[in-house]
């Protein structure tokens, strides 16, 4: 495996789209066997709930809420197990990884409804807006797992670190995996319609995108994470500055 500190180090002081997406699907490959598994489970379960749940209001708040408790672990303990990988191979349990995620979950689960309302009004009123939010906010997650920050602190420093580096945060984080796992999530959305009468195939088309999108999302704001945090620790001198690089 590839000891990904010292690859960091040796590339060019700047965040590539190719190196960034370069870096997820190789941490992707090599721990398949633990990211996979654990998204098909949690996500099964999540699956079952959204679609077994009763009609009713307090029916739909409370599978909102597993739902979002269960992403927010799972995306959790992505961000530590690419904190794990590093030095290039992973130390830590499934169970020691989860564990790990349980002391700062609640300030995990209080920014990602923030940020989703803030980035959904944004979206709403003139898209740019959300846009924007979604660029400068994209590695809150990892910000407040590895830092150990609250809600705010973990907001405004995601948006330090992505300063100067918006625009390639935003080709990956918008562009392209914000638009592959919305046309996933489409798909599925369809096809669950279409099978409304199977609650079986329902929640195996589910399961089936979220686990397909969750690794992806949640490993791209790590790396993305990993490789601005050195960018910065490099000084100054590492941070670009032409006109329009950054858009916070």
Do not use: C
Not at 191 to 200: G, K, N
Not at 227 to 238: D, F, H, N, T, Y
Request: zero cysteines.
């Amino acid at each position: 495996m590839v000891d990904l500190r010292a690859k960091a180090t040796a590339m060019d002081s700047k965040l590539s789209v190719g190196d960034t997406l370069r870096e997820t699907f190789s941490i992707y490959r090599d721990q398949i066997g633990v990211l996979v598994p654990v998204a098909l489970a949690l996500f099964l379960v999540v699956a079952v709930v959204n679609t077994l749940a009763p009609d009713g209001f307090a029916f739909f708040v409370i599978p909102l809420i597993f739902s979002t408790l269960v992403g927010t672990l799972y995306q959790g303990m992505v961000v530590r197990l690419v904190q794990d990988v590093q030095d290039g191979r992973r130390d830590s349990s499934v169970g020691d990884l989860i564990r790990s995620v349980l002391p700062v979950l609640g300030p995990l689960v209080g920014a990602g409804i923030l940020a989703g309302l803030g980035i959904g009004f944004g979206i709403v009123l003139f898209v740019v807006p959300g846009l924007y939010l979604t660029t400068i906010w994209a590695v809150v997650a990892p910000v407040i797992v590895v830092e150990d920050r609250d809600v705010l602190e973990g907001l405004g420093r995601s948006r330090q670190l992505v300063r100067d580096f918006g625009w390639p945060v935003f080709v990956v984080v918008v562009l392209i995996v914000g638009l592959v796992s919305l046309l996933i999530g489409l798909g599925s959305f369809h096809l669950a319609r279409s099978l409304a009468d199977s609650a079986p195939l329902e929640i195996a088309a589910s399961t089936l995108s979220s686990t397909i999108t969750a690794p992806i999302e949640a490993l791209v704001a790590s790396v993305i994470y990993f490789r601005l945090v050195e960018i910065k620790r490099q000084g100054p001198a590492s941070v670009p500055q032409q006109a329009g690089d950054g858009l916070g």
